[in-house]
Nanobody, 124 residues
Framework: QVQLVESGGGLVQPGESLRLSCAASGFTFGWYVMSWVRQPPGKGPEWISGIDTGSGVTRYADSVKGRFTISKDNAKNTVHLQMNSLNPEDTAVYYC?????????????????WGQGTQVTVSS
């Protein structure tokens, strides 16, 4: 079955960086889109980035464009999210997700498969 396992979260100060990883299994990596979705405390989920694991085409939400970079490693069935210039508004649980579709959806409700999430806290 589909399994997504995130890692790399933690506590950082404003302006610092973190790199999240998502290891995928149970489906043919390279056929589908994978996305990162975050949920800040007390708020709903927000789609922030997606990548076509075949073509490498990427998409970003305006809130992270220019600061976050999504990438893939097909040899390791892994997607990464490099997060730079972090600020307190980036504090959230970060999930990787897929709906086994070749199209990027910006609606978190479209995603059927989710990892367990990794906490990112940005605070001085």
């Amino acid at each position: 079955q589909v399994q997504l396992v995130e890692s790399g979260g933690g506590l950082v100060q404003p302006g610092e960086s973190l790199r999240l990883s998502c290891a995928a299994s149970g489906f043919t990596f390279g056929w589908y889109v994978m996305s990162w979705v975050r949920q800040p405390p007390g708020k709903g989920p927000e789609w922030i980035s997606g990548i076509d694991t075949g073509s490498g085409v990427t998409r970003y939400a305006d809130s992270v464009k220019g600061r976050f970079t999504i990438s893939k490693d097909n040899a390791k069935n892994t997607v990464h999210l490099q997060m730079n210039s972090l600020n307190p508004e980036d504090t959230a649980v970060y999930y990787c997700a897929t709906d086994l579709s070749p199209e990027v959806s910006r609606r978190p409700s479209d995603y059927k498969y989710w990892g367990q999430g990794t906490q990112v806290t940005v605070s001085s």
